[in-house]
């Protein structure tokens, strides 16, 4: 196994290296065991399988892109995925074994594992996961959310040009406590779209692709000019990112029902739960909606005014 490396406030060992916690900070435990290349020695093709969730689009070949099982014999949780990827979790959430065809990039299979397989593991762990980016300003950390392509991990990368910490780009683990909310952080990368590439760098070819098999672009959070946060940080407020049509910037207080929905729609892997978990999620959203701010930003989606939508963000927090 590897040194274990520290991510979301676990101690990650894994028997095969994973490029991107490279730059993780050692861990002094290790809290999840991950086997590349091997699958328990549970049956399973055993016929108990009880599907959980599949994606509601199939590919053209009849395939879904993900399907999540849950086997109460073995109680293991099983992700399959298209491409096939096999992944399997204990129900601890402290054993992780992921399967590949011959020659599918170790990468590639890391994207999976550090992204959907890592916040499904941390709510088994009974960890609060948002969908969320999240920088540290003034020592307190800011959290984005929003729908798929809403622009969180370029929010997150704004920040990083402008020198500010971050603390994750996909996965925003929480730790709740009365009265108050700490954001772990993940590993020291900030994954990009090439088109957000473009409009940060003016290049999509200035950041290197995660792997060959992927599109997407990562910013190195360690390079210099660039910071990770490496310690948890209090969560000051939630934003909502929302676009509009004019070159302004609003940011708006939510009502506490509207954040607690807003919340409770950005849980990380909530489809993969089942119904226990799933009320435990509800129960967490509703705690952090009375615990943090939660507002509406809405901005134009355009790269030449990120630098206002970032002194916004940064006035809004200050006042």
């Known amino acids: 196994m590897t040194g274990p490396k520290q991510a979301w406030g676990l101690g990650l060992a894994s028997n095969l290296p994973l490029e991107a916690l490279s730059g993780s900070v050692p861990a002094s435990r290790v809290d999840v065991a991950i086997l590349f290349d091997v699958l328990p020695a549970a049956d399973l093709a055993v016929p108990r399988w009880q599907e959980r969730y599949r994606s509601p689009d199939r590919n053209q070949d009849g395939t879904y892109n993900v399907r999540a099982a849950w086997n109460a014999d073995s109680r293991l949780h099983r992700l399959q995925y298209y491409d096939g990827v096999d992944i399997l979790l204990d129900d601890t959430g402290s054993n992780v074994w992921a399967s590949r065809r011959p020659g599918y990039p170790l990468e590639d299979a890391g994207v999976y594992l550090l992204g959907p397989a890592m916040g499904f593991l941390l709510r088994l762990r009974g960890t609060l996961c948002l969908h969320a980016s999240c920088a540290v300003i003034d020592g307190r950390a800011v959290a984005f959310i929003g729908p798929s392509g809403a622009g969180k991990s370029t929010a997150a990368g704004a920040f990083a040009c402008a020198g500010l910490p971050i603390l994750t780009d996909d996965v925003l683990a929480l730790r709740l406590e009365r009265g108050s909310v700490e954001a772990l952080p993940a590993y020291p990368r900030v994954r990009l779209w090439p088109e957000s590439a473009q409009g940060l760098f003016g290049d999509p070819q200035a950041l290197p692709v995660i792997t060959a098999g992927w599109n997407k672009r990562y910013l190195d959070l360690r390079a210099p000019g660039f910071a990770f946060h490496e310690t948890p940080a209090p969560l000051k407020v939630v934003y909502l990112l929302e676009e ?29 739960v089942d119904t226990e978990r799933r009320a435990q999620e509800f129960d967490s959203a509703a705690q952090l909606a009375r615990t943090v701010r939660v507002k509406r930003v809405r901005r134009p989606y355009d790269f030449r005014r990120l630098h206002a939508f970032r002194d916004a963000i940064r006035n809004d927090v200050g006042a």
């Open 244 to 272: 509009h049509a004019r070159a302004d910037v609003v940011i708006e207080d939510m009502s506490g029902h509207e954040a607690f929905l807003a919340l409770a729609a950005n849980v990380y892997a909530s489809k993969f």
